[in-house]
């Protein structure tokens, strides 16, 4: 057994587009270059399965923008992060409040 580690990460670029980038790795000394082939087969394999997925997504995104997503349990961790941001954002948005040297 190896210790492996895996990143994802996913940063938009426009509306409609972004870049995944992803990484695999493990230490040197405790994998071979056979194993080592052969994780990278399955992640670049599960990374375009997941392609063909987000495409497939952002074409019924596409038909019909104002239909409401239905979160599963697996959407909580980015759900929370959207609402997060949402707020910043909405509380970004708001005037300042007024200074106390112009007040009565």
């Not at 080592?36 to 074409?59: S, T």
């Amino acid at each position: 057994m190896f210790l492996r580690c895996d990143e994802q990460a996913v940063t938009p670029t426009t509306a409609r587009t972004a870049r995944y980038f992803y990484a695999t790795g493990a230490r040197t000394g405790d994998i071979s270059p056979a194993q080592l082939d052969k994780m990278f087969a399955v992640l670049e394999a599960a990374f375009h399965e997941d392609k063909a997925i987000i495409e497939a997504q952002q074409r019924v995104i596409d038909r019909d923008p104002e239909r409401r997503m239905l979160p599963t349990s697996f959407d909580a961790g980015p759900t929370r992060f959207r609402r997060i941001l949402e707020g910043l954002v909405a509380r970004e948005a708001q005037p300042a409040p007024r200074a106390a040297a112009q007040a009565e």
